[in-house]
């Protein structure tokens, strides 16, 4: 009767109902379909990419071909058929028109090689193979810079990313450059003198199973994300209907009846727990079957599903503890609602829903590990991104078992305590 009353409760209040469900759809698809266009046009659509070239010579011509290579960049060097110079280029880039200009600067190319032309004379007159006559003739080169103009709304990681790139390619020109003049010096040769191929490389190895590489995608993350947000959203219904009883005298009359409180706080607890559990699944469901259909990859529950409904079920009981807890201090429901739902949002924040952990500065990580969203979001990647067993994920199952009890056993006590008073 106790889980009864609660579904009544539930029942009346079609607002609290929408809340409940639709508006964590809302946000997963919302969310997700933001999160895969970015990561698209990042990875397929073209930035368009100034270039100011005062330069025109191999090297400038290298990292034209290598911009448009890249297949991230498109290079312009014309704004409505005028050849763009520096200050037009800053112009645009400043207003927010392009996101990037490159300038290279004149005479960067003969500047280069006459620097390496020094240095390579210089090393082979130590060896008494050049003339250091000519090297001591040899005027000062003065260094040059490539100046790069970033959109001011720019983020820090493509502005590190780019200049990356860029530090690369001149550094590849250079030691070409430097090879190709040893080449000259020592005598021209049908065959090269030195092999130009990179002799160090890199290569991502990703976790496999079943011989499919495993390769994270938006809809892995926002699928557990926004099902812990949903299920920790119950905070608020949960203890606005606890207040209620409160204010109204409710609580009173259930307490004088002949059961245990427990039972109350159980009726409570086993309701909102389906709920959770429905929306867990309704979120799955939209990973697997809404969201092939609108371009977005499909979430991979083949054998995980058992161990995700697990996570979700302590969850759901980390969450309905939190709710009970709040709504057992809480005077009045101007307390419970806002609290409630700000809570949930910093909850969210720390506990990496919105921003990776890693990308957080190093006293919000440690201050993470204290959420119980951060607990979960980190038991459905094990299961859905490392391939973990139940062993993996029981120290945070238990973890959120504990703080369900926790909170459960001082909102009792508080309430006993409050009422002996």
């Known amino acids: 009767m106790s889980v009864y009353k609660e579904m009544l409760l539930l029942k009346r209040d079609f607002g609290g109902l929408v809340i409940l469900f639709v508006m964590p759809l809302v946000l997963i698809v919302t969310i ?20 100011v070239d005062y330069d025109t010579n191999e090297i400038s011509k290298t990292v034209k071909q290598n911009l448009n290579q890249s297949g991230s960049f498109e290079v312009i060097t014309k704004i409505d058929g005028h050849t763009i110079n520096e200050a037009a280029a800053k112009d645009a880039v400043f207003k927010g028109k392009y996101q990037l200009a ?15 032309n020094q240095n390579v004379e210089k090393i082979l007159g130590n060896f008494g193979m050049g003339d250091t006559t000519a090297v001591q003739k040899n005027s000062k080169i003065l260094p040059k810079e490539i100046r790069l103009y970033f959109d001011p709304a720019t983020q820090l990681t493509f502005k590190n990313a780019v200049k990356s790139a860029i530090d690369k390619m001149i550094s590849q020109i250079e030691t070409q450059s430097i090879y190709a003049t040893f080449q000259d010096q020592l005598g021209e040769s049908d065959t090269p003198l030195f092999d130009q191929k990179s002799f160090i490389s890199f290569k991502e190895i990703v976790p496999k199973i079943d011989n499919k590489e495993i390769v994270p995608n938006s809809v892995q993350h926002n699928v557990p994300a926004w099902a812990l947000f949903a299920i920790f959203f119950v905070v608020v219904p949960l203890s606005i209907n606890i207040v209620k009883e409160k204010s109204q005298g409710t609580l009173i009359r259930l307490i004088t009846n002949p059961v245990p409180y427990a039972i109350v706080i159980f009726g409570k607890t086993a309701t909102y727990l389906i709920i959770c559990m429905i929306q867990f ?14 371009g977005l990859p499909m979430l991979d529950v083949n054998g995980k599903l058992l161990l995700m409904s697990l996570v979700a079920f302590f969850s759901g009981l980390a969450a309905i503890g939190f709710g009970i807890l709040l709504g057992t201090i809480a005077k009045t429901q101007e307390q419970s609602a806002p609290f409630g739902a700000t809570s949930v949002v910093i909850l969210a924040a720390i506990g990496g829903v919105w921003v990776p952990v890693f ?6 990580q440690y201050v993470s590990h204290v959420s119980p969203m951060n607990w979960g979001l980190n038991a459905f990647y094990d299961v859905l991104l490392r391939n973990s067993g139940i062993l993996e994920i029981l120290p945070e199952i238990i973890l959120l078992l504990l703080f369900f009890i926790l909170t459960t056993a001082i909102a009792i006590l508080y309430d006993k305590k409050k009422r002996a008073v």
């Open 102 to 116: 490159i300038i290279i600067p004149a005479k960067l190319s003969q500047d280069l090689q006459l620097k390496v």
């Open 32 to 51: 997700t379909l933001i999160q895969d266009s970015t990561f698209k046009s990042i990875h397929e659509t073209k930035i368009p990419v100034l270039l």
């Open 359 to 364: 990308a957080m500065p190093k006293i919000m």
């Open 281 to 294: 699944f309704l979120m799955v469901a939209v990973g697997v079957y809404l969201f092939p259909y609108l």
